[in-house]
């Protein structure tokens, strides 16, 4: 009985200094306990021995009787990589004494397995001499993790350790494989539409799931709203009307071998049976036609059922270069920032901005292949489209015809700031004009900051300028929005600033088609979650516009019309925030933490 207790008290103390030297950075336990190996007791009497006070004691005198003593250990290699770590040793069928414990092997406090097991080579230090020399103890990481560290796994299920917090630890192994749609080494966080660029500190809205090596992912809103254009009836061109803006959008990416990335991307909006073939009521908006040529003026048009079908490969060169190319039908080219519906200083708002065919309406092209180059936080890429842009007939696949060109540089300088300036070349983009072929220029800053307090607060904004040459067009156009989210609470602003033509606000039989309208607007809003269930958002918004038409327009408007809407809004929650961005990249694999 003495030498049993004597062995329980001696695991004891060994245990307890294994435990000691990893809480600071070892996760608790689980409580599944681990098997105690206990040796069969001697029939010869020994004394029991006294613990020693301090951790390196001097090896007792004490000898098992008739026994002979243990092999000495083999010697573990401090630099020796994991796969070098010597096998556990199986307890010899001798008697044993309560000291010696040469075969016994001590498992780390954060093992689950009910057997114990040796940890790698590289991760224990040199067995010293204390009586305990079969003991395999877990070396002491304090002074080089400072930070308990984050643990991603890579595309192949291998641990990498990073610097991160511990809170994202679990969050990185949750997401572990998530990378840009086209490069494994940026933040799935710069994702814009298209091939754009949003700042890496944006957060994402959207659902996510792992199947097997694809990622796959959904993002969108619906939006159930009452829009009243020129509330006051100050001018004769307002209307009313509630509607259902709307878009869904579904992704899927997954590694290709060492270096590859394959996306694949599918965007539909049901707006043709939601809001009729008219589109809903904006003031002074124009482009596109419907009913068989007509003009469509003070309304937004609706898009297409299908606003993407793209694939797009990437092949990584290193770290810091990358190839791609993507092809769509239809799809985006490389003019503008991120369109308005993806843009998250936009997200709270369901209007198009009226500079949209100034800067961002190439969005649906049927038929674009573009090229693409990044190096570090620079990219170039050029693109091959069809210039026209979509018919009226929302649910068919016009001809792709490969007539028009653009080509964008993208910068990214900080995580907080993504810059572009782009130019295409139209041919034909209006049926109504077939002869007009168009240039158009855009330059924008995009910048996105997570504030304190949760994932849920952050301040985004834009700054878009867009300009249309070529022919008898000569217009400008500029956007600033803004977006202050406060968890469940938000409050936006837009500001606009557009030039039109006669032709385009359907008044050419009133003015000469060289006249140029200048056109303001500035709306405000805010908006309130409501519920929050299965990780989707239902959230109540009101906003407001004040425009300032130019003078010869006032008769037409009024001096100073105002519109408002009310709407509620579905969509997915929450998915990255992008606060304390920090990348990494585990074996081929690339991990985005926040």
């Given at each position: ?457 952050f301040f985004t904004s834009a700054l878009i300028w867009g300009y249309n040459g070529g022919g008898h067009h000569q217009e400008h156009s500029a956007i600033a929005e803004a977006n202050l989210q406060m968890n469940k609470t938000a409050v936006y602003s837009r500001y606009e600033y557009v030039q039109k033509t006669p032709g385009e606000l359907d008044l050419s039989d009133q003015f000469d088609h060289h006249e140029i309208f ?39 408007y009024g001096k100073t019309p105002v519109s408002g809407e009310i709407y509620l809004r579905l969509n997915p929650g929450l998915m990255m925030s992008g606060g304390n961005s920090k990348k990494t990249t585990a074996g081929n694999g690339m991990q985005y933490q926040h």
């Amino acid at each position: 009985m003495k030498r049993i207790f004597s062995l329980l008290i001696a695991l004891s103390l060994g245990f307890g200094a294994a435990k000691a030297q990893h809480e600071h950075h070892t996760p608790p336990p689980a409580k599944k306990e681990t098997k105690k190996v206990v040796a069969p007791a001697p029939k010869k009497k020994t004394v029991a021995p006294t613990p020693a006070a301090k951790p390196k004691a001097k090896p007792s005198k004490l000898q098992p009787i008739k026994d002979k003593p243990a092999p000495p250990p083999a010697k573990v290699n401090q630099k020796s990589k994991p796969s070098a770590a010597p096998k556990t040793q199986t307890a010899p069928k001798t008697k044993t004494t309560a000291q010696d414990h040469s075969q016994h092997v001590m498992p780390a406090d954060s093992v689950t397995h009910q057997e114990p097991k040796i940890m790698p080579a590289d991760s224990v230090k040199k067995v010293q001499p204390s009586g305990h020399e079969g003991h395999v103890m877990p070396q002491d990481t304090a002074k080089k993790h400072q930070h308990h560290p984050g643990m991603n796994m890579n595309h192949d299920g291998a641990m990498a350790d990073t610097t991160a917090p511990h809170s994202a630890m679990n969050h990185s192994m949750e997401m572990g494989g998530m990378s840009h749609a086209f490069s494994r080494n940026l933040p799935m966080n710069r994702n814009g539409s298209g091939s754009s660029w949003h700042p890496d500190a944006t957060p994402m809205y959207g659902y996510m799931k792992h199947a097997g090596p694809w990622m796959l992912m959904f993002h969108g809103q619906l939006w159930l709203r009452y829009n009243r254009q020129d509330i006051f009836d100050k001018g004769s061109r307002g209307a009313s009307q509630l509607d259902a803006p709307n878009w869904f959008m579904g992704m899927a990416q997954r590694e290709v071998g060492k270096r590859g990335l394959l996306r694949l991307s599918v965007m539909m909006s049901l707006d043709d049976l939601t809001m009729g073939d008219r589109g809903y009521p904006l003031l002074f908006q124009s482009g596109e036609t419907y009913g068989g040529g007509k003009r469509l003026v003070d309304r937004q048009h609706p898009h297409d059922l299908f606003s993407e079908i793209s694939i797009g490969y990437t092949h990584m060169v290193n770290e810091d270069v990358d190839v791609y190319g993507f092809v769509g039908y239809p799809a985006e080219p490389v003019i503008g920032p991120p369109v308005f519906m993806h843009r998250i200083s936009a997200f709270n708002n369901p209007e198009s901005p009226l500079g949209h065919h100034w800067q961002d309406a190439t969005h649906i092209t049927f038929g674009v292949a573009t090229l693409g180059f990044r190096y570090k936080d620079f990219k170039i890429e050029g693109s091959n489209f069809i210039g026209r842009e979509p018919d009226e007939n929302r649910y068919d696949f016009d001809n792709p015809r490969f007539d028009s060109y653009a080509a964008r540089l993208s910068y990214n300088p900080t995580e907080n700031w993504a810059l572009q300036v782009s130019r295409g070349w139209l041919k034909s983009p209006e049926p109504l004009e077939p002869d007009e072929n168009v240039v158009r220029t855009t330059a924008s800053a995009l910048y996105s900051r997570a504030l304190a307090g949760g994932e849920g607060r952050f301040f985004t904004s834009a700054l878009i300028w867009g300009y249309n040459g070529g022919g008898h067009h000569q217009e400008h156009s500029a956007i600033a929005e803004a977006n202050l989210q406060m968890n469940k609470t938000a409050v936006y602003s837009r500001y606009e600033y557009v030039q039109k033509t006669p032709g385009e606000l359907d008044l050419s039989d009133q003015f000469d088609h060289h006249e140029i309208f200048d056109v303001h607007a500035i709306t405000l809003g805010t908006s309130q979650r409501v519920a929050n269930f299965a990780n989707t958002y239902l959230t109540l918004g009101v906003q407001a516009t004040v425009f300032a038409p130019d003078k010869l327009l006032k008769p037409l408007y009024g001096k100073t019309p105002v519109s408002g809407e009310i709407y509620l809004r579905l969509n997915p929650g929450l998915m990255m925030s992008g606060g304390n961005s920090k990348k990494t990249t585990a074996g081929n694999g690339m991990q985005y933490q926040h």
